[in-house]
């Protein structure tokens, strides 16, 4: 005769795939049809153990109706715990959002989900497949409502930030758009999501990846205990925040820095830091907006010894910055270029667009404001890597900006090519 135990695992039963989703998305049906939905996107504490003890019920009540009153317990627990990420979390980015070897995640209009994973410069499937797309449209909601803004046929393109939480703690930066202006590509909202480090960067961490050499790392630092002004350049995903927030490192900790972005995201180990965030106006609101032009601005009125630049997108942040960086004050900053040349072409542009200034003057604020580029790029493998190390000289050289290669990768090893000559303290 089988023991008492015996009896108990031969009755507990297992349950298919494809009938837990139908089960779970029954019941949450169940519940969403007891609740108003401005309750279910931002419920107070009250409400959410509401919800969740309804939910309790209702997953019980669709698992005896299947048969499955002998399922195993964790089995049960898992599947309210999905109901309550599903329902009242970040649902299927939650699953996302906790790796930790990815650096953006991204939806297509026809409901694909990819993710960059932290060692390559592709996106490649996620592994998962999308919820139905109210399901996303929910979660959207989520990400937006706390922030005052919605996704709707009035406001089809928004940027957010993505909020730090326990299995997220870096926070990062949210780009959503409306199918709407995707043609008939789906019925998904596009969604990017670019996830920050959640702990400073050391400088050790670049050389683990391969990023430089020690000799090259040494000379950056040493560029920083020398207050140069240097600019990180390099593509989309080549790591320049990253990079910079390795070589704040650098800087003499009884220094004062103010850090301005837009939005927020680099994290600098530093006891005295001043933060400031660019914010844009919601539709509607009276607020002003806060551009990271008036950031740079209001940071000269703010005695630093260091001014820490997010990336610089448009000529006015540039005019600002090159003015800062003219009148004595160390600085690190980020742009989007990927040469030396390139960067040059890319800010005459820019600051002649945005703020009416003739190129040979950009030529001549680069080469005032800016000791240093720091190149980056990609190497065959798809690897980070820094690709070169200019210095900027002082004088135009029949009116083009000179550099001086110190640095540059050949695909295999950094090369020497030179000596950092300008010093400022």
């Known amino acids: 005769m089988p023991s008492l135990l015996e009896m ?21 049906q ?4 007891q609740f108003p939905p401005q309750v279910l996107r931002r419920p107070t504490s009250a409400q959410r153990a509401e919800i969740m003890e309804t939910a309790k019920v209702q997953l019980a009540r669709e698992l005896r109706q299947a048969g499955l009153t002998h399922l195993d317990g964790q089995t049960e627990a898992d ?22 070897d990815i650096t953006e995640i991204a939806m297509t209009s026809d409901g694909q989900l990819w993710v960059k994973p932290k060692t390559g410069a592709r996106f490649v499937p996620a592994g998962i497949q999308a919820p139905p797309a109210p399901e996303v449209f929910r979660v959207i909601d989520v990400l937006l409502g706390p922030q005052g803004r919605s996704l709707t046929d009035a406001t089809p393109t928004v940027s957010a930030r993505l909020p730090k939480t326990e299995f997220n703690p870096g926070g990062g930066r949210v780009k959503v758009i409306h199918p709407l202006l995707s043609g008939d590509q789906g019925e998904y909202p596009s969604v990017n999501i670019r996830l920050f480090e959640s702990r400073p960067v050391p400088p050790q961490q670049l050389l683990d990846w391969g990023v430089c050499s020690g000799e090259l790392l040494e000379d950056l630092g040493e560029a920083v205990r020398r207050y140069l002004r240097l600019m990180i350049v390099g593509g989309t995903g080549t790591g320049k925040t990253t990079i910079l927030s390795a070589l704040c490192n650098y800087i003499a900790k009884e220094d004062r820095i103010v850090l301005i972005e837009d939005p927020a995201e680099i994290y600098i180990d530093h006891p005295h830091v001043q933060r400031l965030e660019a914010r844009v106006v919601p539709v509607g ?10 950031g740079v601005d209001d940071a000269m009125r703010m005695t630093p010894d ?5 990336e610089v997108r448009t000529g006015d942040a540039a005019l600002s910055l090159f003015r800062a960086q003219m009148s004595d004050h160390a600085g690190m900053s980020t742009f989007h270029s990927e040469s030396p040349a390139a960067a040059v072409r890319r800010l005459e542009a820019i600051l002649l667009a945005d703020a009416h200034v003739a190129p040979e003057a950009t030529r001549r604020f680069l080469a005032m404001a ?18 070169e190390v200019a210095q900027v000289e002082r004088e135009l050289t029949e009116g083009e900006v000179g550099f001086t290669p110190i640095w540059r990768y050949d695909g295999s090893t950094w090369q020497r090519l030179g000596r950092i000559t300008r010093s400022r303290k």
């Open 306 to 310: 260091w001014l820490v630049v997010g």
């Open 30 to 33: 169940a519940v969403s049809g």
């Open 370 to 387: 800016v000791d240093l580029l720091v190149i980056l790029g990609y190497d065959q493998a798809g690897k980070r890597r820094i690709v």
């Open 285 to 294: 609101s009276e607020a002003l907006p806060y551009s990271l032009r008036d």
């Open 79 to 100: 599947m309210l715990a999905e109901m309550e990420r599903r329902m009242l979390g970040l649902g299927f980015l939650e699953l996302l959002l906790r790796r930790r």
């Open 8 to 28: 108990v695992e031969q009755k507990t039963m297992t349950i298919e795939p494809a009938q837990r989703e139908a089960i779970v998305v029954r019941a949450m």
